[in-house]
């Protein structure tokens, strides 16, 4: 168990909708990630906030946003969904920037039909 | 730009070493890192390297940094059933800022 939390497990959702994954990191971690998980695409980068405020951006497409909230607990937001975006979304946690040790929560599994 | 690459499939018998292989392209990689994900599960953290070293121990694990070909290894002494997982290699580095780039995942299939 790493410490990060992730909820909900599994979303089944349909075109068009809009969901919120939501994040809680290991007690004390200041920064928090968001990737997606896909067959075709591998693990890829979405974004970063590190303390509330954003810190850096990936391959977020702009349906796609987050937030971290003053208990450092984040959500990330998906709307508009298509179909291409059904996929693992995993948040990770770190408390040392400059060793970049990421812990994983076990991730939201995303169906869109 | 950042590619990170590894071997897709490998299968060993019970009690065998294991050596998973990874290559990477950026070369102001600061930190690498080998992730486990056993299935249905996330993303656990085996164990990490700095660019400046050539290897690490940790257990089981033995991490080799080959930093002039880019090539990092992972090897798994005295294979178990339990180590049957994807093996993600990933690296941070200067240009990505805190973002890890990672592999395409190296599935291990251990027999008894």
């Known amino acids: 168990d790493s410490g990060v939390t992730q909820t909900p497990k599994h979303l089944i959702t349909a075109t068009g909708q809009r969901v919120t994954l939501r994040c809680s990191p290991r007690?004390?971690?200041?920064?928090v990630y968001w990737y997606q998980q896909s067959l075709d695409q591998g693990l890829q980068f979405l974004i970063q906030?590190?303390?509330?405020?954003?810190?850096a951006k990936g391959n977020i497409l702009e349906r796609f946003s987050a937030q971290q909230f003053p208990d450092l607990h984040s959500e990330l937001n998906l709307s508009s969904l298509e179909l291409g975006d059904s996929a693992l979304y995993f948040c990770?946690?770190?408390?040392?920037?400059?060793?970049?040790?990421?812990?994983f929560g076990p991730g939201t599994r995303l169906t869109v039909t | 730009g950042e590619d990170v690459e590894q071997s897709l499939f490998l299968s060993v018998r019970e009690g065998d070493s294991s050596v998973i292989n990874c290559t990477y392209t950026?070369?102001?990689?600061?930190?690498l890192y080998w992730y486990k994900q056993e299935p249905g599960a996330g993303l656990q953290l085996l164990t990490y390297i700095f660019s400046n070293m050539d290897m690490k121990q940790d257990q089981r694990l033995t991490v080799l940094l080959n930093k002039k070909d880019k090539h990092l290894s992972l090897r798994i002494a005295d294979t178990q059933t339990g180590d049957s997982a994807i093996y993600f290699c990933?690296?941070?580095?200067?240009?990505?800022?805190?973002?890890?780039?990672f592999g395409k995942g190296t599935t291990l299939s251990v027999s008894s």
């Open positions: 990770a946690s770190s408390d040392n920037e400059a060793l970049n040790e990421q812990y």
């Open positions: 950026d070369s102001s990689s600061t930190y």
């Open positions: 990933a690296e941070s580095t200067s240009q990505a800022g805190t973002a890890l780039i």
């Open positions: 007690s004390g971690d200041l920064s």
């Open positions: 906030y590190y303390n509330g405020e954003e810190r």
